[in-house]
């Protein structure tokens, strides 16, 4: 797991920066700021979507994948677990929750984040990794000014996913075939158009309900694709 916690710290030492500097800039460079990565977010939503190769997989998994996310309710505990630390922290930082989410579906969704942990998994350098967190670290710069230090906090979910994916690759990395990969980068690319939507401020949709399409659309391609 050299590579997460390597991208992890890189990260952290971006978001500190950008931190630092949200409390310099004023609301209106913050604001264009917010905007601009929105706007970006949409793009690579909309290029990671188009890597599917089974549209009908991508709706029966967001769908499913979504219903699931809302009987259980993951928007509301991740978003209270934000304000806990928040309290905490005694932060008056209004984006926090959004800041943590923000990150974290930027980082992970992408398949760089798959094949640099599987590439590591299997006993290899992680080169993609180290690139990627060379690459996470200037854009955290950029997210720790929008949304402040939610996107710091976002390295816990990172090392949870992105590491798992690690060990998993371990055990079983030969499972992971190239249309599993495109199809997982699909439906992360959904939500992240969705996540653009929330933070253009078009419609809040409760993107993190949607996760479970995540392991849904790696069964129904594994058995069916």
Known sequence: MTGTLINAVAILIGSTIGISLNTKLPERF???VFQSIGLFTFFIGIFMALKTNNMFLMVISIVSGAIIGEWINIDKYINRFGDKIKNKFKSENS?????????FLLFC???????????EGL???PNLLLAKSVLDGVSSIALGAALGFGVAFSIIPLIIYQGGLTLLATYFGDYFAENIINELTGIGGLMLIGLAINILEIKQ???????PSLIIIVLLVYFFG
Do not use: R, Y
Request: a positive charge; zero cysteines; glycine letters at 16%.
């Open 30 to 32: 913050i604001k264009i």
């Open 95 to 103: 984006k926090f929750s959004e800041g943590l989410v923000t990150a």
């Open 109 to 119: 969704m992408g398949s760089v984040t798959i094949l640099g942990a599987i590439e």
């Open 123 to 125: 006993g290899g350098k």
């Open 205 to 211: 949709l409760k993107i993190l309900n949607m996760l």
